[in-house]
């Protein structure tokens, strides 16, 4: 059964996500382009997007992949089904980053783009991400259609045409899209800042799509750059391409051996980011929204509001309402903190799992524009990020936060679990009493001193989060075994 939890599509390789799988996606995405009004290519939305162009025109969709096994033959699978349904395909002439697949879809004026990418999973996954027209996650309402369309194709098959045919024929462009992209990001710095920095830095591509992006771009801006794991794997090294503290030990060894200022990394697909400080330290996707958006008001004077998702730290509401700016929470999944960015009222967006994005960018996940707003950071403080972050804790109050990721066996396990929370949830935690249960996007239990613990099933692995935070380290220990607790069944 195909389904698209919070980033797309994902199954196992040559077990659900097969090539006749892959063309049923592309011909039923090209059926809810061409019929779907509301979210389609005959939206008024869309029209609008075209500046005044006609209805009639030829729908066109940016196809792109990563470096994961098949992906590039997926791609071109892909491509095919769309020429043979009547749409005009931007290919990638190879392996990109997610983000700059949304920065042409805009650019290029597209009804929306198709990435084939699993983002941080394991190697052995890999999947679809459909994008919409401006540039961002597709809605809900476009998703349970696309599903909708699957289940009513069945076992019928899918027509698809040959790729020299495709590019004889005009179906299929080949593009090099970094032009486009790096033309974006650019636009969105202190150039000059950069540049006067004299910075030195440490990227580790995790063998992933940001290997010719992430690098090129910082050393055209000046940057010493000493890149790692820049080569394509499609095993990533034998670990998940995901950037956490444990998975970039060498690069924070690199970093503190060289006295690099930073270290930065992206996930399999370059819409996450790993940052470590001076000296290898590791600094927490949390940490990181809240430097950002501190970044942006005290450094550059941008006003506006701010959205995170559920589960992500306080410690940006803090910071956003010591600037006296309002903060909207989300449930997870960077489809919700889009469509409140597309509205052009939010200053910065972002969610706990390393996302983030910013207004005058498109409305999606992008770790590469995060990793350059960390390094633009560092260059106009001339400081250390730690340095800056205590300042805020001196300012806004100390947050500490954790998230662990907990397997589930049988497949019934999380049913029974969040039932069990739903009916009897606990009233006490780490000796303190809950005052207010969120359900919003699973369960998180707040309690009266701001601190809180939250437990959700994850939307793309069999697994049930943890996430927990207070004020200081000694709370934060008792909410994580007050959660584990909770996750054994002992309530």
């Known amino acids: ?173 080949t593009v ?103 000296g290898g330290n590791w600094i927490p996707p949390n940490e990181v929204l809240a430097l950002a958006l501190e970044h942006l008001v005290a450094d550059r004077g941008m006003r506006g509001k701010v959205a995170r998702s559920v589960m992500t730290s306080h410690f940006v509401d803090a910071v956003a309402k010591f600037h006296g700016l309002d903060c909207r929470e989300t449930p997870v999944g960077f489809k919700f903190i889009g469509d409140l960015l597309r509205t052009g009222q939010f200053i910065l967006g972002g969610e706990e799992s390393g996302g983030l994005s910013i207004r005058g960018h498109v409305p999606d996940k992008d770790g590469i524009l995060a990793c350059l707003l960390m390094l633009e950071l560092v260059a106009c403080e001339r400081k250390p990020l730690a340095t800056i972050r205590e300042r805020l804790f001196k300012r806004v109050g100390a947050f500490h936060n954790v998230r662990l990721d907990c397997a589930m066996t049988r497949p019934r396990e999380i049913l029974e679990l969040e039932e069990r929370l739903r009916l009897r949830p606990p009233l006490d935690l780490a000796g303190g009493s809950v005052w207010r249960i969120d359900q919003s996007d699973g369960f998180k239990f707040i309690l009266r001193d701001g601190s809180w613990l939250g437990l959700r099933s994850s939307g793309t692995e069999q697994a049930f989060r943890l996430y927990a935070e207070a004020h200081d380290a000694k709370k934060l220990a008792a909410l994580v075994e007050s959660g584990k607790k909770l996750l054994q069944g002992r309530f």
């Not at 797309?8 to 799988?21: A, H, K, Q, Y």
Request: include cysteine; aromatic fraction near 6%; glycine fraction near 10%.
């Open 176 to 278: 090099d899209l970094r032009p486009i992209y790096f033309k974006q990001l650019s636009s969105l710095l202190d150039v000059k800042a950069i540049r006067k920095a004299g910075l030195k830095v440490g990227v580790d591509a995790m063998h992933g799509s940001a290997r010719n992006y992430l690098r090129p771009l910082l050393e055209s801006l000046g940057v010493e750059v000493v890149g790692m794991h820049e080569k394509r794997d499609v095993l990533f090294g034998g670990r998940a391409p995901e950037p956490t503290a444990a998975s970039l030990g060498e690069l924070a060894q690199v970093v503190a051996k060289k006295k690099l200022h930073l270290g930065l990394a992206c996930d399999g697909d370059g819409d996450r980011f790993g940052i470590l400080d001076a």
């Open 1 to 173: 059964m195909i389904r698209f939890g919070t980033g797309g599509w994902r199954g196992l390789i040559s077990d659900e996500f097969t090539f006749p799988n892959v063309k049923k996606v592309a011909h039923t995405v090209s059926a809810s382009v061409k019929e779907n009004q509301e979210y389609g290519f005959g939206s008024a939305d869309y029209q609008a997007s075209l500046g005044g162009a006609k209805r009639g025109l030829v729908p066109v969709v940016v196809v792109g992949y990563d470096t994961r096994f098949l992906s590039e033959d997926v791609a071109h699978e892909v491509a095919g089904v769309l020429a043979s349904d009547g749409i005009k395909t931007l290919l990638a002439d190879s392996d990109l980053p997610t983000p700059a697949v949304s920065c042409a879809i805009v650019a290029r004026k597209a009804v929306g783009g198709l990435m084939v990418t699993a983002s941080q999973s394991p190697s052995s996954y890999n999947g679809i991400k459909w994008m919409s027209f401006w540039g961002g996650a597709a809605t809900p309402a476009v998703t349970e259609d696309i599903e909708r369309r699957i289940e009513l194709l069945g076992t019928h098959a899918v027509k698809t045409m040959s790729l020299d045919r495709s590019l004889r024929e005009s179906w299929i462009e």
